[in-house]
T-cell receptor
Framework: NAGVTQTPKFRILKIGQSMTLQCTQDMNHNYMYWYRQDPGMGLKLIYYSVGAGITDKGEVPNGYNVSRSTTEDFPLRLELAAPSQTSVYFC????????????FGAGTRLSVL | GENVEQHPSTLSVQEGDSAVIKCTYSDSASNYFPWYKQELGKGPQLIIDIRSNVGEKKDQRIAVTLNKTAKHFSLHITETQPEDSAVYFCAARVNINTGTASKLTFGTGTRLQVTL
């Protein structure tokens, strides 16, 4: 059972480039989340999804887009990378609203130069 | 929205001593308070949690206390060991979207160093 898998683990982007951070879970969880973690800070919610076809903004959605075409996958898209998006990105999943535990992936470290 | 403050930002203890990390939250609707441990290069891992209808919970060497009136909760680690060294995050959960989803708001983390 792989849990929550994120790819890539590391990436360096130039300003203005685009990329997709992949997140997939094999636990059949309905709820999925994307966070960013800046140095010395807690995790900030970017986007979340309560099920396939349903997504909503979190606290810091600007500059990002998401989609949820399947229960398993929840990719995060950066269209025009900016230095302010340098961060570590974590994806998490939860079985349902009554189930509290968030299962996190290992993270993607992104640098925009 | 919810705001979670966490103190201290760094904590150094000797092996065998106790460590206490404190968090306060602002939204009285928060109903669930997990603690996560994050080791270097890894994602956060849940170590203990407490619901709003419980005042204290213990799991071996770790315990969490919750004071709903004061809106604060604390993590207690006893008999600390070198492998306890990590960054610890508290969080508070609120229901959103008329209860169809929930959101965690995280504290800024405490870097715990257990020295020999």
């Amino acid at each position: 059972n792989a849990g929550v898998t994120q790819t890539p683990k590391f990436r360096i982007l130039k300003i203005g480039q685009s990329m997709t951070l992949q997140c997939t879970q094999d636990m059949n969880h309905n709820y999925m989340y994307w966070y960013r973690q800046d140095p010395g800070m807690g995790l900030k919610l970017i986007y979340y999804s309560v099920g396939a076809g349903i997504t909503d903004k979190g606290e810091v959605p600007n500059g990002y887009n998401v989609s949820r075409s399947t229960t398993e996958d929840f990719p995060l898209r950066l269209e025009l990378a900016a230095p302010s998006q340098t961060s570590v990105y974590f994806c998490a999943s939860v079985p349902g609203v009554a189930k509290n535990i968030q299962y996190f992936g290992a993270g993607t470290r992104l640098s925009v130069l | 929205g919810e705001n979670v403050e966490q103190h201290p930002s760094t904590l150094s203890v000797q092996e065998g001593d106790s460590a206490v990390i404190k968090c306060t939250y602002s939204d009285s609707a928060s109903n669930y308070f997990p603690w996560y441990k994050q080791e270097l290069g890894k994602g956060p891992q849940l170590i203990i949690d407490i619901r709003s209808n419980v005042g204290e919970k213990k799991d071996q060497r770790i315990a969490v206390t919750l004071n709903k009136t004061a809106k604060h909760f604390s993590l207690h680690i006893t008999e600390t060991q070198p492998e306890d060294s990590a960054v610890y995050f508290c969080a508070a959960r609120v229901n959103i979207n008329t209860g169809t989803a929930s959101k965690l708001t995280f504290g800024t983390g405490t870097r715990l160093q257990v020295t020999l």
